[in-house]
């Protein structure tokens, strides 16, 4: 096995994994552990890889190129940039932790749940890796089956309704890449990404880009967020909100900013606006939400947002500090899903109303929410704060309002994420929280530490991505070349 | 040398990590020693930088770099600490003032069921303060800026199940993180310009910049010092502040981090002064935030909010100073204020503690007779906030006063301000002291004080106390402007006095005279007036009603901003959020139904139907073939 | 030439008569409510159309239209229509009044269209039609062109004939074993 | 004296297969003994689907060059082969779900049975290869009839009887209209062989001839019919619910396939002249089968009508690539075929299946929780339903692709829109059959309880309803290859 | 060719096709719908008769004797299912024939 075929391993081997889990007749646990095993070694995979990448030089690494089916030129073409090195670390990161929640709360029907968390697992990875406009939209459709199953079946009580939007919702947006691809790709006469020559038509640009930002979401293209985010099980809401959003920013950088040059710089200011809408009202909403579900689902939209407008910002800071914000929030949406699970697990709700007081007694919890809680909202030394401060300086150099916006969505931040951790973890008892409700536990603690430990070293030493993301860390050069 | 500023900086910060991660495993007790030796060290190695620094003579600050923290392209701020006079003179105000509060508060807290959590907030504490003091640039003086702001956040809610704690706490996070917006945007001009935060680039970039643009990149600058120094208009948050533990306001709200504004000052001087309005500004904050605080606290009945307003106006003066030009003399006051300020908070913690956490002067009334020591050492600290020789205050302070008067025509009205302002610090102050120590022990006193046991406080208490007291006394007498300065001096390379702010010998005596003098009436008033009770207080009831709601501050804020953020919140979820982004789904799918139940009618299941539409659509395809050929 | 002319006069005559006789029988087969005299409105309707075939020189398809159809097929229906027995209490018509008039109107269109056509084309390569000689839809001929040219259609059809009787046993014959079982039908 | 042609067995040896073992089917249903019929017929029919595969795949293999054998009647080409290669496989997962699913109260016709599908299986089979006028007629009414009888053999049940009646009345109406048409077109050019029919429009400028495109109105309405297009569909959902389940799986997939490649080849090789008149009708045919499909099937409950519906659609997206008349939509035609014959066939045998555990119609609400009690069939069925879908689990997504690339480099940009809308209406029954199957709550669960006892073992519906899975995910991977088999038949074809 | 052209052949042949169309189209009896149908199948042969006789060649013919017989075998398969109809006592009405729907 060469190097390069590390990328194809990573995407194929939790897929075959859930296919294994689906034949073999294993006992829960049996299952259980096979199925975090696998997506263990999914990272131990990447931190080797992680550990040849060749950061000084550019272009693509790891990659490898297979026929699909030459007569429209459609090809098997996978490998990984600097930033998509990091998503795809983010991804089996976040992914590992989810499925080991999996493992812990016990969740029903175990065959069928760790398949589809495994599958889901290598179609996240295919799209940060596809190299073929074809392969990637296989894979970002690929993402939504086991998506609309795990919500459908381990959902909460509105799951129908809710699985209902974000299928369709999602499915709208990529629909309309479809026909922007075939167009796209016939007409450059190649679907391979590194291959395809920029093109200028306003049309295709705005087709993948309504895709991306319904998956981001931005503003207006948000409507299935709230109630997914709330029916979703935990874990998988983590990974909706962690993982699954960024490929969508992802999608904006990779594919409409890199490929379509002329349009980019003609919408700028209408996406730069929806970016800056999506921050603000986010942020507003997260500001009278009433559970800590629907807090966090907005300001992931906000966070989208600044993602987004440091991608167009068209800066190398704001770049580089999307890159890292993806990383950062990913991690930190994540984690902050995972405890609301946990708390709620605990209490048997998110509302305000009825929790609070939890940190009296439980160390652990308090710690661990206090802490993620205050990253999130990007308190200056941490990870968020770098990337937050990169893509609004970028920002900046655009256009002075949009920082101006982005910071004062930044003090929105401040209050509601302080609402949030307040709401559960201070002021009086709440009448749900009783005192049996225990601190988390160890296998709890296994689960959310490590990611919380990764994004405080990411504090530590932020530029380990800001500087290793673009090819020689020139974000505006490697776009303007298409990551060739 | 820098080795100790590395030291200095690490060592609080590993202590919060280790007792983090010992928890429980750690006793109550040794959390708190644990804490306490960090700080101390912390302090050794302030001591040693300094040292260094006195060694490699103070001209060249010198600055080590860890490793680039962020890096964007040319844009490559790292993970550096300076070492040069102004940083060390903090450092050691820092790490030494916060030893002594640290030492103090393991008699303060004892007994409190999360004493661990309190001592790792306050050796975090500690450290983002340093960070502050010691970055090697303005994204890490930003990032101490924002940790000091969180662990002031943590460390003010301290106590979570008190909702006015919580509440308090969010109000100074949020404010301040007002503040730290400012300063971003100011970096971010700064960024946009030079593509770098060092102090010298930055500097240098200023003085090349067109005027506006300075102007902006120095308010934004001064937005950041007076949200977190509790100017008006940013002030509201630091009377709230006052809810979390006595040490803590001794600390943070009093010695450390609400001064940091004043250092920002100085240490940005080079930008401020390139725009001098923008400084001048600061001043005017500064002369107004003394007199209004002075005012207020006339009116306060809680100890606590009486000497943070206090605080504030004695920050006032720094601003004051600073804005003015004479910054080392800023400095000088910020370090005596750290000393008397403290001194206060921890004297009056002693009383709170003796009466089982009471703050109501009234009620406190007469506790002096119990707490002899104590007494002593809060008249120490009064009389030295007032400023009267040979107490610190009045070094410092007078030269402050008399730099203003130097400074042009706007230098006199400042003047004016400042002198009124002594005039009120005498008053204020002094009410405190004769309602609450002198006189009869009142009831409540008595019978909380023999259930405390009768004992003015543990050792660990009281030591800190009497060496502040000491220093309060004596720690003033390092600089006397007209004869000699060695701080100025020692300054000098970082911090130059402006020419206009060097005042000549015979404004030094007016103003000290007068200073002195007006101390001592408002003192004379205060004791008339509350030691006495010959004279009765002055009916003015709408004076005093807006006194007492601090000028209506609190409720303009509620008003002007959080009330319509939350209502707009509000109507934005009731009347956009529901009705059209999550309806637009089903309202488009229903139409769809509607299409196929509208085909579900045609489908009438008659076979002559299907036939039918079997040979219209011949008829149809038929007539368009003919037509079209 | 008298002769020609004469004859042309016949044929017209015995045109006019055979195609009036198809047209009446056509719209009584489709206007009968009793389907048996439906049945014998479309034996006319066959015979008519076997004159038309004769004045078109087939003669070997006009007699397997009067063998074959008239014969066998019809036998076939009124046989059936005995059978079940004359159903005088279905409706002539009925259903949805909408579907009334869309049937004649599209039923119409489809017949104006081809009219329409037609004389469109009439004054063109209609008019004039091959001259053909005696052998022409002779039985030897089409026997000839059955073994030759459509060998296939000749095997296929036989086919679809045994297809469908296989049909017609499964589906029409079946009652009987289950009656002599004594079985409800 | 008369010098018959030269017939060449072996370009007919795939239907000769099939009819051979019909017939042996037929006589089993008089010598075997009752008990043993079913096996034995189905056993036939198997072998004779089997056998059918075998030569077809050898005549694929044998025909490079295509041309026309008995006396012009028949083409032997590539693309009758292939063609001839999916009915055959339908015809066997059809014989093996049957053998457990028809007739099951007495064995009462069950050989007939299977006779039947086996003759309408030779009779589309040389339908896919027919050369002449008469030829498509006659072996259309071959395959139909056949297919009538079979809607129909249910006839204990009233529904399968109306069934019957309505596909024999309205498909005769459709047959009576190719049949004039075919007249006219033969008036106009006094041919009825598609070559010729081409030759003497282009020779003689009929291009636009009154009767010429007349006819050709009528047969484009014929075939419509055919292939379930909108406006000729109105019989399909009640003929798919009526008829029993495994013929119902077996019209949608095989009477599909021959309609649309024989489609194809008589507008190809017949009436290439008249190309801007019927690509843009079966455009517009596409559009109202899209659409139709599509919004009558979101309001569906019965699960049969709503994939009868559903094949409605499909057949909207395979008419993409057919109305524009290039090779490219061509080989796209035929590579959609495969995936869509397999996954058609696969759901209505899943149906079958559960109809078979309920003893009723299978509805959106009574499919509650299979999923859980079948897991294979409820995998597969997800699969089949998100491949129908066009999400990446399937060759449908492959398929939509391409009928779009050829839609887009004919220039028909808005075709696929159009295309791309339907898809994401469509997404919402799919979806809404695997959300019955899986997620509705336990109380749902309880009312769609099994009639009784563990699920009947079935091997032989587990086998075919593997066999379609397999084709269609593979059709997935398998890209290239199938793209070749298609590119080399569609050379058959005069583009 | 003596008589009339082949035209008004075809018109007859049109009415014939037009007739049975309309029959199908209009009566309820399922017997007369299958009468119905052999009308337009015969219009369809009459068409076919006269091409082939202006034409001159003899696919027409042929091609209406084999539509003949598959005209018998729908026939017969029809009338089979009348008379399987029939013994289910089930009203001899199409219209009744409306259970599947919507």
């Known amino acids: 096995m060469t190097v390069s075929s590390f990328t194809s391993l990573l995407v194929w081997l939790p897929i075959g994994a859930a296919l294994v889990i689906w034949v073999l007749p294993l006992s829960r646990y049996a299952t259980g552990s096979l199925a975090v095993l696998v997506s263990l070694l999914e990272v131990g995979i990447w931190i080797e890889q992680a550990a040849r990448f060749d950061f000084g030089r550019g272009g693509l690494q790891f990659s490898q190129r297979g026929a699909w089916f030459q007569d429209l030129h459609v090809s098997y073409h996978v490998g990984e940039y600097g930033f998509s090195l990091w998503l795809v670390g983010l991804t089996v990161v976040a992914m590992a932790a989810c499925v080991g929640y999996g493992f812990w709360v016990g969740r029903q029907r175990p065959r069928a749940y760790f398949g589809l968390m495994l599958f889901l697992t290598g179609a996240t990875v295919g799209v940060f890796v596809a190299q073929d406009l074809l392969l990637f939209y296989a894979f970002f459709e690929a993402m939504l089956i086991p998506l609309y199953i795990l919500v459908g079946v381990w959902g909460g009580p509105g799951r129908m309704a809710a699985t209902v939007k974000l299928l369709l919702y999602t499915m709208a947006g990529s629909l309309l890449m479809l026909a922007a691809l075939i167009v796209y790709g016939l007409k450059v006469g190649t679907f391979d990404l590194v291959d395809a020559p920029p093109s200028a038509s306003r049309w295709i640009f705005l087709g993948f880009m309504f895709a991306f930002v319904i998956k981001a979401p931005l503003f207006p ?264 | ?607 002559r139907t299907y036939v039918l539409f079997l040979g219209a659509g011949m008829a149809v395809v038929a007539i368009v073939f003919l037509v079209v050929r | 030439m008298i002769l020609a002319s004469a004859g042309g006069v016949v044929v017209w005559i015995v045109w006019v008569l055979a195609g009036f006789a198809c047209l009446a029988s056509g719209v009584a087969v489709v206007s009968f409510s009793n389907p048996f005299y439906s049945a014998l409105a479309l034996i006319g309707n066959l015979g008519a159309l076997a004159v038309l075939y004769l004045l078109l020189s087939a003669e070997f398809v006009a007699a397997a239209q009067v063998l074959v159809y008239a014969g066998a097929v019809m036998v076939m229906f009124l046989f059936v229509i005995a059978y079940v027995g004359p159903e005088q209490e279905t409706p002539w018509v009925g259903g949805p009044g909408w579907q009334r008039v869309a049937g004649v109107l599209a039923a119409a269109a489809i017949f104006l269209e081809i009219i329409v056509a037609i004389g469109l084309k009439a004054g063109g390569r209609l008019r004039h039609s091959e001259h053909v000689n005696a052998p022409f839809g002779s039985p030897g001929w089409i026997g000839r062109l059955f073994l030759t040219d459509h060998l296939l259609a000749f095997e296929i059809t036989s086919i679809v004939l045994l297809v469908a009787a296989v049909g017609g046993v499964i589906l029409g014959a079946h009652t009987k074993r289950r009656d002599a079982l004594g079985e409800p039908g | 004296m008369i010098s018959t042609p030269h017939v060449d067995w072996f370009a007919l040896s795939t239907i000769l297969v099939l009819l051979g073992s019909s017939g042996l089917a037929l006589l089993g249903a008089v010598l075997v003994p009752r008990r043993a019929r079913r096996a034995f017929a189905a056993a036939v029919a198997a072998a004779g689907s089997v056998g059918g595969i075998v030569t077809s795949v050898w005549l694929y293999v044998d025909s490079a060059s295509g041309h026309r054998v008995v006396a012009d009647g028949f083409y032997r080409d590539r693309w009758t082969a292939l063609a001839q290669v999916i009915l055959c496989g339908t015809a066997l997962a059809t014989a093996l779900i049957a053998f457990e699913h028809v007739g099951r109260r007495d064995d009462e016709h069950v050989a007939e049975f299977f006779a039947l599908l086996l003759a309408a299986a030779a009779g589309m089979a040389f339908f896919v290869g027919a050369a002449n006028l008469m030829t498509l007629f006659l072996s259309l009414e071959w395959f139909s009839i056949a297919l009538y009888v079979m809607c129909a053999i ?52 009929l291009s636009d001839d009154l009767l010429l495109v007349l006819g050709l109105a009528m047969i484009v309405a014929g075939l419509g019919f055919k292939m379930s297009a909108a406006p000729f569909h109105m019989w399909t959902p009640d003929v798919y619910e009526g008829a029993p389940t495994p013929v119902t799986a077996f019209m949608a997939s095989a009477t599909k396939v021959a309609g649309l490649l024989l489609a194809l080849r008589v507008l190809q090789s017949a009436f290439p002249q008249e190309a801007h008149l019927w690509s843009w009708a079966f455009a517009g045919i596409a559009v109202a089968s899209l659409a139709v499909g599509n919004l009558a099937a979101l309001v569906q409950r019965d699960v049969k009508r709503l994939l009868a519906y559903s094949s409605i659609s499909h057949a909207g997206f395979m008419l993409i690539g057919l109305s524009v008349g290039t090779a490219l939509g061509a080989r796209a035609l035929m590579y959609y075929l495969v995936p869509y014959a397999a996954m058609g066939f696969g759901s209505f045998a899943i149906v079958a299946a559960r109809e078979r555990e309920l003893g009723q119609a299978v509805t959106l609400d009574n499919l509650a929780g299979f999923g859980w009690e079948r897991p294979f069939l409820g995998v597969a069925m997800w699969f089949f339903m998100f491949g129908f879908a066009g999400l990446p689990l399937g060759g449908g997504f492959v398929g939509k692709f391409y009928v779009f690339a050829a839609a887009y480099r004919h220039g028909w940009t808005w075709l696929v829109i159009v295309g791309v809308v339907a898809t994401l209406v469509s997404l919402y029954y799919y979806l809404g059959v695997v959300r019955a199957m899986y997620m509705r709550p336990a109380e749902e669960l309880r009312v769609a309880a099994v009639a009784g006892g563990a699920p009947a073992r079935e091997p032989l519906l587990h086998a075919s309803v593997g066999m379609a899975l397999a084709v269609s995910v593979g059709s997935l991977f398998a890209v290239q290859p199938l793209i070749d088999l298609a590119k080399h038949a569609t050379s058959s074809l005069p583009f | 060719m003596l008589g009339p052209g082949v035209a008004w052949y075809l018109g007859i042949a049109a009415f014939l096709f037009g007739i049975g169309a309309l029959g199908v189209l209009l009566r309820r009896n399922p017997l007369i719908v299958l009468l119905s149908l052999e009308i337009m199948l015969n219009g369809a042969n009459l068409a076919l008769i006269a091409f082939s006789r202006s034409a001159g060649n003899g696919a027409g013919q042929i091609f209406a004797l084999s539509v003949m017989a598959v005209a018998a075998s729908e026939v017969c398969v029809g009338l089979g299912l009348v008379v399987a109809i029939n013994r289910k006592r089930l009203s001899m009405d199409v219209d009744r024939f409306s259970e599947l729907h919507g």
């Open chain 1, 221 to 484: 293209f948000h409507g299935w967020l709230p109630e997914t985010y709330r029916e979703a099980p935990p874990e998988v809401t983590a990974v909706l909100s962690g993982v699954i959003a960024k490929a969508g920013t992802y999608g904006m950088l990779r594919i409409a900013i890199a490929k379509f040059p002329e349009p980019t710089s003609y919408y700028r200011t209408l996406i730069l606006a929806l970016a800056a809408a999506a921050l603000v009202y986010g942020s507003v909403l997260a500001f009278r939400s009433t559970d800590l579900r629907g807090v966090v689902a907005y300001s992931s939209l906000a966070q989208s947002g600044l993602i987004a407008l440091g991608l167009f910002s068209g800066t190398s800071l704001g770049l580089d500090g999307a890159v890292l914000q993806m990383v950062a929030h990913g991690l930190i949406s994540t984690s902050l899903f995972l405890l609301a699970g946990m708390v709620e697990r605990r209490a048997t709700t998110d509302q305000f109303a009825l929790l609070g007081g939890m940190a009296r007694g439980r160390p652990a919890v308090a710690t661990l929410l206090m802490t993620v809680g205050i990253v999130s909202l990007a308190v200056p030394g941490s990870a968020a704060f770098a990337g937050e401060f990169l893509i609004l300086a970028g920002a900046f150099q655009r256009a002075w309002w949009w920082a101006a916006i982005g910071a004062g969505a930044i003090v929105l931040a401040a209050m509601y994420m302080l609402r949030a951790i307040s709401g559960v973890l201070h002021e009086a008892r709440g009448s749900l929280v009783r005192d049996e409700a225990l601190d988390l536990r160890t296998g709890e603690l296994a689960l959310v530490v490590p990611l919380v430990g990764v994004l405080l070293a990411l504090s530590a030493w932020p530029a380990g991505i800001s500087h290793h993301s673009f090819a020689r860390d020139a974000p505006t050069q490697a776009v303007r070349g298409q990551f060739k």
């Open chain 2, 1 to 607: 040398m820098i080795a100790g500023a590395w030291l200095c900086l690490l060592a609080p910060l590993g202590g919060a990590l280790l007792i983090t991660l010992c928890g429980t495993r750690l006793p109550r007790r040794g959390a708190a020693w644990l804490s306490t030796l960090s700080v101390f060290v912390a302090f050794a190695g302030a001591v040693w930088s300094f040292f260094g620094l006195r060694a490699h003579g103070s001209e060249h600050g010198s600055v080590s770099t860890a490793w680039t923290w962020l890096q964007s392209g040319s844009f490559r701020p790292g993970l550096s600490v300076l070492v040069d006079p102004l940083s060390t003179m903090m450092m050691l105000i820092v790490a030494g003032v916060g030893g002594l509060i640290v030492l103090y508060s393991i008699g303060y807290m004892d007994g409190d069921d999360e004493e661990r959590r309190y001592f790792v907030y306050m050796s975090l504490f500690v450290f983002s303060m340093l960070l502050l003091v010691e970055g090697g640039n303005l994204l890490l003086l930003l990032a101490g800026w924002g940790l000091v702001g969180l662990s002031s956040y943590l460390l003010i809610g301290f106590w979570h199940d008190r909702p006015t704690a919580v509440a308090a706490a969010k109000k100074a996070f949020v404010m301040n993180a007002f503040g730290d917006t400012t300063m971003a945007l100011a970096f971010f001009v700064l960024i946009a310009h030079s593509h770098s935060l060092d102090y010298a680039t930055s500097f240098t970039t200023a003085g090349h910049l067109p005027q506006t643009t300075v102007d902006l990149v120095a308010l934004g600058l001064l937005g950041g010092a007076a949200a977190k120094s509790a100017q008006i208009p940013l002030h509201t948050w630091l009377p709230d502040a006052m809810e979390g533990p006595t040490p803590v306001s001794a600390l943070i709200h009093a010695a450390t981090m609400v001064t940091a504004g004043v250092y920002l000052i100085a240490r940005t001087h080079p930008i401020f002064e390139q725009a001098r309005t923008i400084e001048l500004i600061a001043a005017g904050m500064g002369a107004l935030t003394l007199l209004v605080a002075g005012l207020v606290a006339l009116v306060q009945t809680d100890i606590k909010r009486v000497i943070a307003y206090s605080t504030m106006s004695q920050i006032g003066y720094m601003f004051l100073g600073a804005g003015i030009g004479s910054y080392a003399n800023g400095m000088f006051h910020l370090m005596t204020h750290a000393f008397f300020k403290a001194l206060l908070f921890m004297a009056a913690g002693v009383a709170i503690h003796a009466v089982a956490g009471e703050q109501d002067i009234r009620k406190l009334s007469g506790v002096g007779t119990y707490l002899p020591w104590t007494r002593r050492a809060f008249l120490a600290g009064a009389l030295a906030l007032v400023g009267l020789p040979p107490f610190a205050g009045f070094f410092s302070k007078d030269s402050i006063i008399a730099a203003a008067l130097h400074a042009h025509w706007y230098g006199v009205i400042l003047w004016v301000v400042a002198l009124a302002g002594t005039f009120l610090t005498g008053l204020y102050t002094f009410r405190l002291y004769f309602l609450v120590f002198p006189g009869e022990p009142t009831a409540f006193v008595r019978e909380h004080h023999h259930a405390h046991g009768g004992k003015e406080g543990p050792w660990t208490m009281l030591l800190p106390v009497g060496v502040l007291a000491v220093l309060s006394v004596i720690g003033g007498w390092l600089q006397f402007s007209p004869l000699w300065h060695p701080l100025t001096n020692w300054l000098e390379p970082v911090a130059r006095t402006l020419g206009v702010a060097e005042p000549t010998s015979w404004q030094e005596g007016l103003s000290s005279g007068l200073a002195v003098a007006l101390g001592l009436a408002g003192i004379a008033v205060a004791y008339l007036v509350y030691g006495r009770g010959r004279v009765a207080v002055p009916r003015l009831p709408g004076v005093q009603r807006a006194l007492e709601h601090k000028l209506y501050f609190d409720e303009a804020y509620d008003a002007l901003f959080y009330r319509p953020a939350a209502s707009l919140a509000a109507w934005t979820r009731r009347d956009f959020e529901e009705p059209v982004i999550l309806a637009a789904g089903p309202d488009l799918g229903e139409a769809a139904f509607d299409a196929g139940r509208g085909l579900r009618r045609v489908q009438t299941g008659l076979l």
């Open chain 4, 154 to 205: 249910d006839y204990e049940r009233e529904g399968s009887l109306e069934a019957g009646l309505k596909y024999l009345v309205v498909g005769s109406f459709g047959s009576a209209s190719l049949l004039f048409g075919s007249a006219l077109v033969y008036g106009a050019t006094r041919h009825i062989g598609f070559a010729e029919i081409a030759q003497s429009v282009g020779r003689g400028g």
